[in-house]
């Protein structure tokens, strides 16, 4: 027996999803910029990706 799915409850469905997806995402932005105010990057404490690294791995790969 087939039901047919009417637009209405669908378009409810969704848009309470994009709410919810946008509450999450907002709340976790809100903390995010909180900890980056409170735990500055400095420029020393970044490291800089090796990319060499990679293509080392594929040629001792191939090497094998």
């Keep these: 027996m087939r039901r047919r ?14 709410i919810l ?3 999450c995402v907002g709340g976790s932005a809100r903390c995010y910029v909180e900890w980056a105010g409170a735990n500055p990057a400095d420029a020393k404490d970044v490291e800089c990706w090796d990319w060499s690294v990679p293509h080392q791995w594929y040629d001792a790969a191939h090497r094998q």
């Design 5 to 18: 799915v009417s637009i209405r409850p669908m378009w409810r469905h969704l848009v309470r999803g994009l």
């Design 21 to 23: 997806i946008g509450a």
